[in-house]
T-cell receptor
Framework: GAGVSQTPSNKVTEKGKYVELRCDPI?????LYWYRQSLGQGPEFLIY????????DSGLPNDRFFAVRPEGSVSTLKIQRTERGDSAVYLC??????????????????FGPGTRLTVL | GQQLNQSPQSMFIQEGEDVSMNCTSS?????WLWYKQDPGEGPVLLIA?????ELTSNGRLTAQFGITRKDSFLNISASIPSDVGIYFC???????????FGKGTLLTVNP
């Protein structure tokens, strides 16, 4: 079946520009996560959605970063006034349940291939 | 943000050799996970551990959840060329969703 998909796969932009990164989760998954992976590092948590609402955005580095999931499926990560330090691979993951219920203890997060963002 | 202490950073081994890598944390976790990431791909889950002391196998892979809940190791037996990639440990704590990752172990297998 279809996994998590992310578009674009690569995005090159200039400092100061605005970018949007899209994530299509696995159909039926209620939980969606964004992570950022810098070169040579492991992924770092940015934000978590349960349905349409952002349940935890504590990982967003500053107010230039914002994410939405208006219909509880596709999510868009938005970055304003991009800086060179924003260059990284942005990973999206989805899981079936998230935090609700005992099953969340074993709830597996499935990752997409990521969007490689380069800010020149 | 916080990252787990994962070692070694890289390993270069001959095909057929066994491999061991480990991960430690200053925080207690309820779940330990091991992922593999190939170039241009997202991490793929290899093994999940849910209970302190648990030892779990998946084919040639074996992982353990440390008794203190602050560490885990992953062993790969009889390595093959397709084992090449970056291996990440990840922990999940009081919140049931947020994963904290290690910095990864780059494994190279010489045929």
């Amino acid at each position: 079946g279809a996994g998590v998909s992310q578009t674009p796969s690569n995005k090159v932009t200039e400092k100061g520009k605005y970018v949007e990164l899209r994530c299509d989760p696995i159909s039926g998954h209620t939980a969606l996560y964004w992570y950022r992976q810098s070169l040579g590092q492991g992924p770092e948590f940015l934000i978590y959605f349960q349905g349409t609402g952002a349940a935890d955005d504590s990982g967003l580095p500053n107010d230039r970063f914002f994410a939405v999931r208006p219909e509880g499926s596709v999510s868009t990560l938005k970055i304003q006034r991009t800086e060179r330090g924003d260059s990284a691979v942005y990973l999206c993951a989805s899981s079936l349940i998230g935090t609700s219920g005992r099953a969340s203890f074993t709830d597996t997060q499935y990752f997409g291939p990521g969007t490689r963002l380069t800010v020149l | 943000g916080q990252q787990l202490n994962q070692s070694p950073q890289s390993m270069f081994i001959q095909e057929g050799e066994d491999v061991s890598m480990n991960c430690t944390s200053s925080s207690i976790f309820n779940t330990w996970l091991w992922y593999k990431q190939d170039p241009g791909e997202g991490p793929v889950l290899l093994i999940a551990l849910y209970k302190a002391g648990e030892l779990t196998s998946n084919g040639r892979l074996t992982a353990q959840f440390g008794i203190t809940r602050k560490d885990s190791f992953l062993n790969i037996s009889a390595s093959i060329p397709s084992d090449v990639g970056i291996y990440f440990c990840a922990g999940r704590g009081g919140s049931n969703y947020k994963l904290t990752f290690g910095k990864g172990t780059l494994l190279t297998v010489n045929p």
